[in-house]
Every structure is written in structure tokens, then in C-alpha cells.
């Protein structure tokens, strides 16, 4: 079955970076664009980041433009976010995701706080 397995999440001061990693099984990731998405508490998941199935196309949400990086190693079935210059607005679970045979599969999510 698929399965998304998100890590790298923690706390780090404003400034900060981090970077989050998705490894994907039980489908075959070269052929899927991928997302990360994040939720903050009392707020609707948004769409922070898109790659395409080669990694030729990327998007992001305004709020994280010239911030973050999407990225991916479909030799390693993974794809990560590279976060730079986070700020405490960006606290929020960040969850991986994708959407295969019109369903939509998440990963269980990881934590990101901004805080001093």
C-alpha cells in the first residue's frame, strides 16, 4: 500500500532553516508529482509546495516564495523541503502528499515550530 513517511521536523529560532524528507513506497514515485502541505493550529491546510514527476516544475504558495525549496531523488523514492529563513508564522505540521488514481495519500505529518 502507499505509504509517505515524513521526518526532519523540530524546533528551530526564527532565521532558522530545516529540511524535511518524504520517502514514498508502495507506488511508483517517478511518475507523481508530489506536494507538501502544512496545517497550523485552528487553520486549513494549505498547499505550501508542488514538483512534477521529474522534478522540472516547481510551485509554492506566495507565503514561502524565495523561502523554501522542493526537491526530489526518485532514486530514493524521496522528495524533501528545504525551509530557510523560517519564521513563526511557518509553525505548523507539514505533511507530504499525493494524489494516485484520484485518491489523495498523506503521511502522518511533522512538526515544525518557529520559535526564539
Known amino acids: 500500500q502507499v505509504q509517505l513517511v515524513e521526518s526532519g521536523g523540530g524546533l528551530v529560532q526564527p532565521g532558522g532553516s530545516l529540511r524535511l524528507s518524504c520517502t514514498a513506497s508502495g507506488f511508483t514515485f517517478k511518475n507523481y508529482v508530489m506536494n507538501w502541505y502544512r496545517q497550523a493550529p485552528e487553520k486549513e491546510r494549505e498547499l505550501v509546495a508542488t514538483i512534477s514527476a521529474d522534478g522540472s516544475s516547481k510551485n509554492f504558495a506566495d507565503s514561502v516564495k524565495g523561502r523554501f525549496t522542493i526537491s526530489r531523488d526518485n532514486a530514493k523514492n524521496t522528495v524533501y523541503l528545504q525551509m530557510n529563513s523560517l519564521k513563526p508564522p511557518d509553525t505548523a505540521v507539514y505533511y507530504c502528499?499525493?494524489?494516485?488514481?484520484?485518491?489523495?495519500?498523506w503521511g502522518q505529518g511533522t512538526q515544525v515550530t518557529v520559535s526564539s
Open positions: 502528499h499525493v494524489t494516485r488514481f484520484g485518491r489523495n495519500y
